[in-house]
Nanobody, 121 residues
Framework: EVQLVESGGGLVQPGGSLRLSCAAS????????LSWVRQPPGKGLEWVSA????????YYAESVRGRFAISRDNAKNTLYLQMNSLESEDAAVYYC??????????????WGKGTLVTVSS
């Protein structure tokens, strides 16, 4: 059974930083692209960032480019999202999502349950 378990969310002040983690199991982690997708309160899903199977390709939504950094440790089956200079608009539930293939172009297939990020002073 594929499992993606997010952690690291919480309350942070505007301008602060958080690092999200996603622990994966039940599939060959190193073979698949992964994404972070978020859902702000009362709004729809927004894709945030993606990383290809070997970390060679990383992609970002314009709204987070330059502030967020995605990375992965294939030895630990873990995905990360370093979030800096957080803004109130970044408040959301953040989901770790496994793609159906190795590259960014593959569809989103496996979803974690999410971790809540709250940005407030």
């Amino acid at each position: 059974e594929v499992q993606l378990v997010e952690s690291g969310g919480g309350l942070v002040q505007p301008g602060g930083s958080l690092r999200l983690s996603c622990a994966a199991s039940g599939f060959t982690f190193r073979d698949y692209a992964l994404s972070w997708v978020r859902q702000p309160p009362g709004k729809g899903l927004e894709w945030v960032s993606a990383i290809e199977w070997n970390g060679g390709g990383t992609y970002y939504a314009e709204s987070v480019r330059g502030r967020f950094a995605i990375s992965r440790d294939n030895a630990k089956n873990t995905l990360y999202l370093q979030m800096n200079s957080l803004e109130s608009e970044d408040a959301a539930v953040y989901y770790c999502v496994g793609h159906s293939g190795s590259y960014y172009s593959a569809g989103l297939e496996y979803w974690g349950k999410g971790t809540l990020v709250t940005v407030s002073s």
